[in-house]
Every structure is written in C-alpha cells, then in structure tokens.
C-alpha cells in the first residue's frame, strides 16, 4: 500500500514551482490553429514532480503531459498533468490544479486533485478520500432533476456529443462551467453531483478516478463501463444518478 504522505509530499513538491508564481506568458502547442496553452510554469512543475517519483520509485514508470513517458512495461505507472487548466492560470483564476495520479495492472488505485491557490488538497485511495486530512463523501442526490452539474466547457462538444450534453444540460438543475478538474474535487467533497466531459487524456482522468471513488461517487465512461481510453467521462454522486445520467446521453 502506497504511503499517501508520499502524495503529500508531491504535492508540496509543485507547490514549490506553482504557488504565488506570477500570470505567466503562455506558448501554444496547438499546431492547427487551436490554442493548447502551456507555460513554463507547467514545464518546471512536471520536472519537479518526475525528479521526486524518481528519486523515491525509480523503477516506475512516469507519463506526463509535457514530456511523455518512460520505462513504459513497468507494473506501476504514475500520471501528470502539472497544471490542469493552464488557461485558468493565464487568467489569473484559481481553479487550476495539478493532478497526479498512479496506475497499478492498468488502473487507478491512487491520486490527488491539488488546488494550490485554494489550498485545497484532494486525496483519494482505496481507504477513502480526504480533503486536507478530513474524510470527504459525495451527496446523496439520486434525481438528475436535483443535480448540480458541471463540465469545463460546452463548447468543446461537436455532433451528436453535443446534442446528448444538451440533453443532460436541461436535465439536471443548475450548471457550472469552467472548472476542469476542480469540479470533480467537488463533487467528491459533496458540493457538485454530476460532471460530464469528453475528450480527456489519461493524464486528466488518471487522478480524479480514486478520488472520485474513494468517496463514494462513480465515474465511468458514456456507456457505463469503466474503460475510459476514450476520453468520454461521467461522474455521479450516487449510481442511481449516473445511470440517469448515461439514460441522457444515450438516447
């Protein structure tokens, strides 16, 4: 078993590169006319991060969103995403995170969903998740009617995925946008019920399934199953949301 002070200590790991830094310039990744962020706020983070994993585990695999992957057959592999919602960062907002998470036999086991600004730290594991320390649980809400729902951004989308996240999106009670992994910190944490999103990369889902789990909620993929390659997610409170969720979108 993990010793979750080790994610505490990656934590304050890129906290020491990430708090209290000025907005920082951002270059574009994108090469298609999209704008992909990142910083080297981003960069230094991420090289923070791999150098205590390696120092500490050096003979586990390391994927980051920066810069790529090695030792890829090892039996243990962590996931990073140094800065998640880059853009939130530019702007000078705090809902930005890091996210690290660790995959044993090919899934999540353990991560954290950190909110430096915040001071916010989100840790989940078989044992549960906690919030700075103090044992977390998602709400209770079964009804889509009822639920707080949220997902970074509407218009990321496109085609028939936009047509089912139109279907939730007049569903559910009130809708937030803007918050990328933040929100699934709070809906660990009780605040938010439901989040749906596509698109996502390993690096992004890896940390927010333990968490997510770990307190209780469920988080899968549109069709309900657990492989989420795809990058379509569903987390819910409760397994009666989720599935009323997945009714929604697969209309």
């Not at 920066?66 to 907002?93: F, Q, S």
């Not at 995170?97 to 899934?107: N, P, R, S």
Request: charged content about 25%; some cysteine.
């Amino acid at each position: 078993m993990l010793d979750l002070s080790f994610l505490q200590y990656l934590s304050a790991t890129a906290r020491a590169i990430t708090l209290g830094a000025p907005v920082p310039e951002a270059d574009n990744k994108a090469a298609n006319g999209d704008y992909d962020p990142v910083t080297e706020i981003d960069r230094a983070a991420e090289r923070a991060l791999r150098a205590a994993i390696e120092e500490r585990f050096p003979e586990d695999g390391i994927e980051g969103e920066e810069y790529g992957l090695v030792r890829p057959d090892a039996p243990r592999r962590w996931l990073l995403d140094p800065v998640d919602g880059t853009r939130a960062l530019i702007c000078g907002l705090p809902s930005w995170t890091t996210l690290v998470g660790l995959l044993q036999d090919g899934g999540p086991t353990h991560g954290f969903i950190d909110a430096p600004a915040l001071d916010e730290l989100m840790i989940g594991a078989p044992g549960g998740s906690s919030l700075n320390g103090r044992a977390v649980h998602t709400s209770a809400c079964r009804r889509l009617v009822e639920a707080r729902f949220s997902t970074t951004d509407p218009f990321l989308f496109i085609g028939p995925e936009a047509e089912a996240f139109t279907r939730v999106r007049r569903s559910v009670r009130l809708a937030r946008y803007g918050y990328d992994a933040l929100a699934y910190a709070r809906l660990a944490a009780g605040h938010i019920d439901l989040v749906v999103e596509s698109g996502l990369k390993r690096h992004d889902w890896a940390a927010l399934v333990p968490v997510v789990r770990g307190a209780g909620g469920v988080i899968g993929n549109w069709q309900g199953g657990g492989d989420l390659s795809a990058g379509a997610v569903v987390a819910a409170a409760t397994r009666e949301l989720f599935d009323q969720a997945l009714e929604q979108l697969n209309r």
